[in-house]
């Protein structure tokens, strides 16, 4: 029977090591407040040793065939899928979502390595016809050099290898620093890539507390050539005016604050499942959850009756128990933030329809599905991502109000629409200012779909064909010499 380890190491180079300063650093369970673990803390001089390591190995392995690299991510997609108990079991204990929802993050988390074991073979190039009877023009892809992967803790897994997929498969090297608060995925993870056939020093996982230390130590390395950052808009700003100095590749996947809109003539049953679908998964803390919540003043009252009887029947709890389907928040400031932003609505008029508080309970940082209506655009959970269970309800009369309202922000990530209407689905789909549309869809994300978003969500795209042109250089070749 598999045992969590409770000392963990860092993966540098293809070693498990400590850190260089020998300190180590707790990693808390969010349902219980207890110890799960501990892992060594690192810092400036661990990432340095994981870039050269990556740079020793990058020539190699950009010489790697395609589909010998593709084996390699293929294994460790199969082991993932081998090992769900046992990575589903880790990941509830070190972020809290619910068993049910690990196993399936490790099931999407596995989806991204097997689809770009298959895309790494279709990295073409082209050939453009010359101006010149005596030349011909080709263009080549060749990978990036060493990557580097900046990963949030409300994917512990997902998010790593939906960067990591991609930058293996075109033939990158790879430095991942994980967050400090979900480090255990990462780390097994690596185990997995280890006992895959990954050679050494290809990827490494180095996780430190001081998280601005490392990320400046991999923006100031010239060596790094990507660096791919999931998390909040603000650290993605300062990691982009980092890059700058060295002129890095950056794709950056950053806050949204996602509009849902449920038009009249929707299927409202329909509506209310992929509604909750959308704000629960993770218990809210998505950068896709649905934070502004439309619906159209007909059919307001009805959508905010069924929406608070189905987040009512949820039982909050610690997610390794069974029937438990919504766990903890990730650290006592996301609880803070969460009734910050309830209390505010509050006390600018909203009424709290369901929960609106902590449960009981002496451990945990728990906050209980919440249902908000009078709702207006004054209150901070329309202004700000709210990162938390708490569906904002807003009635609005017409669909040009309804797309200027879901418009009115800096970020673009994700937007939902439910209607019947196709012309609808159309207009909207071209005028709402976003990267992901969900037309009748609270769950669009998918590993053969382009996820990322426009404005202050982000640059650059993961998941598809797409995903993987992030990780490679385009180059030129003119050939001369052609005629007799
Ligand atoms: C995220 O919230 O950062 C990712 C969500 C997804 O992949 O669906």
Known sequence: ???????????????????????????????????????????????????????????????????????????AAALMHERVEDLARVMTLEEGKPLAESRGEIAYAASFLEWFAEEGRRIYGDTIPSSSPN??????????????????????????????GPALAAGCTMVIKPSELTP???????????????PKGVVSVVVGTDAPAIGQEIMRDFRVRKVSFTGSTEVGKILMRQAADTMKKVSFELGGHAPFIVFGDADIDAAVENAVASKMR?????????????VQRSVVEEFTAKMS?????????????????????????AVEKVDRHVQDAVAKGATIVLGGQRPAASKGYFYAPT????????????????????????????????????????????????TRDIGRVFR?????????????????????????????????????????EEYVDIKYISLGGIQK
């Open 184 to 198: 255990l995925s990462a780390l097994e993870i690596a185990k997995i890539l280890e006992e895959a056939g990954l």
């Open 309 to 333: 009887e189905r987040l009512g029947r949820m039982q909050v709890g610690n997610g390794l128990e069974e029937g438990i389907t919504v766990g903890p928040l990730i650290e006592p400031a």
């Open 135 to 164: 030349k011909r023009i080709l263009v080549l892809k060749r990978p990036v050099g060493v990557t580097a992967a900046i990963t949030p803790w409300n994917f512990p897994a997902a998010m790593i290898t939906r960067k990591l």
């Open 428 to 468: 909207l789909a071209e005028q709402l200012e976003y990267g992901i549309l969900g037309a009748n869809d609270g769950m669009p994300s998918t590993a053969q779909a382009p996820f990322g978003g426009v404005k202050e969500s982000g640059l650059g795209r993961e998941g598809s064909k797409y995903g993987i």
């Open 282 to 294: 993770g218990m809210g803390e998505t950068c896709v959850s649905a934070n502004r919540i439309y």
């Open 1 to 75: 029977m598999w045992e969590l380890a409770d000392r963990y190491q860092l993966f540098v180079g293809g070693e498990w090591k400590d850190a260089a300063s020998g300190e180590r650093f707790d990693v808390i369970n969010p349902a219980t407040e207890e110890v799960v673990a501990t892992v060594p803390n690192a810092g400036p001089k661990d990432i340095q040793e994981a870039i050269d390591k990556a740079a020793a190995a990058q020539v190699a392995w950009a010489e790697t065939v395609a589909a010998e690299r593709g084996k390699i991510l293929s294994r």
């Open 371 to 418: 249902v908000i209506s009078g709702v207006n655009e004054k209150m901070l959970v329309m202004q700000e991502e709210t990162f938390g269970p708490v569906a904002a309800i807003v009635p609005f009369d017409d669909e040009d109000e309804v797309i200027a309202k879901a418009n009115n922000t800096r970020y673009g990530l994700a937007a939902y629409y439910f």
